[in-house]
């Protein structure tokens, strides 16, 4: 498949992905965004808006696309929709870390929330929690493409969110919750991604090296 990476400053990405019946857009990347992912569609149908967390750099456009894509599915996981209809409580257990990052939240409801394990089309919906609580990952089942939200970013270097990481240190100081986000990198990792397709930073190919060497910088 196509990455159909969308990007702004090359520093925030939304990802359009190929289905029978149209496009799945992930993530909608900053407020202001909405105009730069419609022209990317080039006229093809967006069917469905896949939240990989509620983070604003990532739900930015939501209210935006919804607006202009009447009858668009919304996905996120029940977790997140909390965080994006900015209900900022923690569950028991959550308090071992911190909501930090911008969480500007949304009018726009999710039509359904989505659980791991769940697919979307072509993609399954893997649990990537520690960055926010209820943080997911979709997995492109036909080509491997890991869709990693902030699980990991790329610029600068393949990092996790872990460990602020000196070149890019923002996902991880935006980050929940440090250990959890390690297990999380380790979980995505053994998934053997054929391509890294993060929120920050640029598509990697064939990423499994250098993920084991952020996993091990982000455990050191
Ligand atoms: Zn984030």
């Excluded at 604003?56 to 696309?65: E, Q, T, V």
């Amino acid at each position: 498949m196509t990455v159909h990476r969308v990007s702004r400053f090359g520093f925030v990405n939304a990802f359009l992905v190929e289905e029978p019946d149209g496009f799945t857009l992930i993530d909608t990347m900053l407020p202001g965004s909405a105009k730069a992912i419609l022209k990317a569609a080039d006229g093809h149908e967006i069917k469905r808006i896949a939240l990989t967390h509620a983070h604003g750099d990532h739900i930015g456009s939501l209210d935006a696309l919804a607006e202009r894509l009447p009858g668009v599915e919304v996905l996120i996981s029940p977790r997140d929709a909390r965080l994006l209809a900015k209900d900022m409580t923690l569950d028991p257990g959550e308090e071992k870390g911190k909501l930090r990052g911008g969480y500007s939240g949304a009018k726009t409801k999710p039509t359904r929330t989505v659980e791991p394990g769940e697919r979307i089309g072509s993609l399954e919906v893997v649990a990537a929690p520690g960055h926010t609580p209820g943080q997911v990952a979709f997995l492109d089942t036909r080509d491997r493409t890991l869709y990693c939200g902030d699980a990991y970013a790329t610029l600068g270097g393949v990092a996790t969110t872990a460990k602020p990481f000196t070149r890019f240190p923002l996902p991880a100081k935006a980050t929940w919750h440090h250990p959890t986000a390690l297990e999380t990198a380790k979980a995505l990792r053994a998934l053997e991604p054929a391509r890294l397709a993060p929120g920050h930073g640029k598509v990697v190919e064939s990423p499994a090296t250098e993920m084991d060497r952020a996993i091990a910088r982000g455990s050191s």
